[in-house]
């Protein structure tokens, strides 16, 4: 990563550091598309690694959760059996976050089209009691089936 995107993604410590390489890729689409093109495959992997372990265990989850920032973006609905989008105003997300997202999300699907293919949605403006109770009316849904 340091050979594509220089010294300045190190952190003082000598590590790579994920705000740094934020700030870099987020401003250089091809940058973006060199890290998504290099992490993805991995992730998915391992994503599929660990479902393939927890369907092995003797007492199995009946449900497992994975969270996918970019499910449709790269394609990745296809590898669950259910899907649930969770959205939020901009302006709120980038108060929970504390960060800018300008630049992030231009190129993502519009909130609108990800729970029109989604499964199960929910706009997250509320308290964190009301994102348990429908967390917890998905699961609830889920193990019945």
């Known amino acids: 990563m340091v050979e594509r995107l220089g010294d300045g993604i190190l952190g003082e410590d000598g590590d790579i550091d994920r705000s740094r390489v934020a700030e870099r890729v987020f401003r250089d689409r091809e940058a973006l598309g060199w890290l998504e093109g290099l992490l993805h495959p991995r992730v998915s992997a391992e994503y599929l690694r660990w479902r ?6 003797p007492n199995a989850p009946p449900v497992t959760v994975t969270e996918v920032p970019l499910l449709y973006e ?3 609905e296809e ?3 259910k899907v649930v989008v969770i959205t939020a105003p901009e302006q709120l997300r980038e108060a929970r976050v504390n960060v800018s997202l ?3 999300s231009d190129r993502l699907l519009p909130d609108s089209e990800k729970v029109k293919r989604a499964d199960f ?12 109770a429908f967390a917890a009316d998905v699961m609830e849904r889920l193990t019945a089936e």
């Open 52 to 57: 393939d372990q927890v369907a092995e265990l």
């Open 74 to 76: 790269v394609g990745g």
């Open 79 to 81: 590898r669950f059996d």
């Open 102 to 104: 300008t630049g992030r």
């Open 121 to 132: 949605s929910y706009v997250n403006t509320g308290s964190l009691q009301e994102l348990d």
